[in-house]
């Protein structure tokens, strides 16, 4: 049984009469409790970059267009209000072309399961993430991660598209004790730490990680755990012993059994090609029932700091803002929009910036002398900005969808180090209404007064007056109905 929170044909007393009455006629019934993504969490913006709603395929997904929102969790929460206990959890992503997004079920901050899409030969097709037998208390906060990554095959600009991390829903079916627990003479406990050699290096240094792997079980072997081991797609020359690479961004390593108590390490080597904080991560299951799944995941984070260049005087500090003529329209009006790139620094010139724009998608990109589009990224190129000057960059973009809060992004680049970044971001929202049916009311016509003439009066003249009433009445009343 499936019950749908946040459905408007479901009030929350038929729900909770709904809940009750299934736990009250049968303990092997199991309860499904289904949360859309873009509709019933509360909060999207909870992790290290934020989400938006992409309400074209009911999905949230991460802005890719910002370099920095890459290779980053976002996070959508939620509390959950219903019954504590034991749930199946299931995330429903979308697969995309150009990256396997990587996905995590959380419980009050805590990883409790992560997986990778398979890779996708068309966007948005639905893909299933479950992890079993987890754990969640009435009031515990739920949430969905996930990440924007890119699997190199998808050329964009001068690089390659990158997936945004979409899903659309996230399912918890109810476990019933008596069928699931398994024999306890085959329980175990596996649990997982991880260590890197050094927490900061530069682009281009060699990095290693340790992960072990711990049956803390007393009495049971582990019969055939295997280790799913996630690193950012920026990783390169990346190698493990016992460790195959099954996909563009991920390890698995298989270990034959492991002892009550004993322990295994596992090593693996990659260089660090892009600078900012890189997340690896780390999870393990065995034939076995794990009798606590809250120790099976693990990830650590290092800083990649660009490589030091010899002349400090290389650097550039670019600044974008964005203006429009109208920040109200109606469906099918033009939007001009204006974006200012300025070079702040006082003694460099900014060669060629890019800025990026992301439309939203109740906006069509229209015409621009120095932009181009490929479906909603919009990408414009500048000559070089002196030192203190600044560039204009115009261009127009069509309403075609109502949207309360239509949120336009620019982010300006350059190839050039820049140590200030904060302001190279910038966002617009505009108000797209209905278009509004402006309608002429309609006129009486008007009526020709009936001249007197001293030689028609008489009985003719009386008898002619009920037609000529209703004739005008006739009138009145079609003009009126028009």
Known sequence: MSIKFGDPMITAAKQIALILGLTASSSAWAVTYDFEAITDFSDINAGAVPYYRHNGVNALAINAAVESYRNEFARATLVFEQSSGAYDVTITSLGETDGDGTFRFLVDGEVMGTAINDPATEDYGLQYHTFYNISISEGALIGVESTAVSNGTVPEGDGFAFARGRWVALSLTSVDEEIVTPDPQQSIDLSLTMDVDNNTVA???????????????????????????????????????????????????????????????????????????????????????????NNNGVSITTNINPVMIESPDVTIDLAVTISADNEQVEVGNIISYNIALANQHATNTASAPVVG???????????????????????????????????????????????????????????????????????????????????????????????????????????????IAIGVSWRRRKTFTL
């Open 357 to 467: 724009i992301l439309l939203p998608d109740s906006m069509q990109f229209e015409a621009s002398d120095n932009c181009t589009a490929e479906n909603q990224n919009v990408s414009c190129s500048t000559p070089e900005i002196a030192p203190g000057a600044d560039a204009s960059i115009n261009f127009s973009a069509k309403a075609i969808s109502v949207d309360s809060f239509a949120q336009l992004f620019a982010s300006a680049s350059s190839s050039q180090l820049e140590d200030i970044v904060d302001n190279n971001e910038a966002q617009l929202v505009s108000i797209i209404n209905p278009v509004e049916l402006n309608i002429e009311p309609s006129q009486n016509t008007p009526t020709t007064s009936v001249e007197k003439k001293a030689s028609g009066g008489g009985a003719l003249s009386m008898l002619m007056l009920p037609f």
């Open 203 to 293: 682009a281009g240094e060699t990095l290693t990680f340790s992960v072990g792997i711990e049956n803390t079980s007393d009495e049971f072997t582990a019969t055939s755990p295997e280790i799913t081991i996630t690193h950012p797609d920026s990783f390169s020359n990346v190698s493990s012993t016992g460790c195959s690479q099954s996909a563009p961004s991920t390890l698995t390593c298989l270990i034959s059994e492991l002892g009550p108590k004993d322990t295994s390490i596992l090593t693996f080597t990659a260089v660090a090609d892009t600078v900012g904080a890189q997340e690896v991560t780390a999870s393990v299951i065995s034939d076995q029932n794990d009798t606590d799944t």
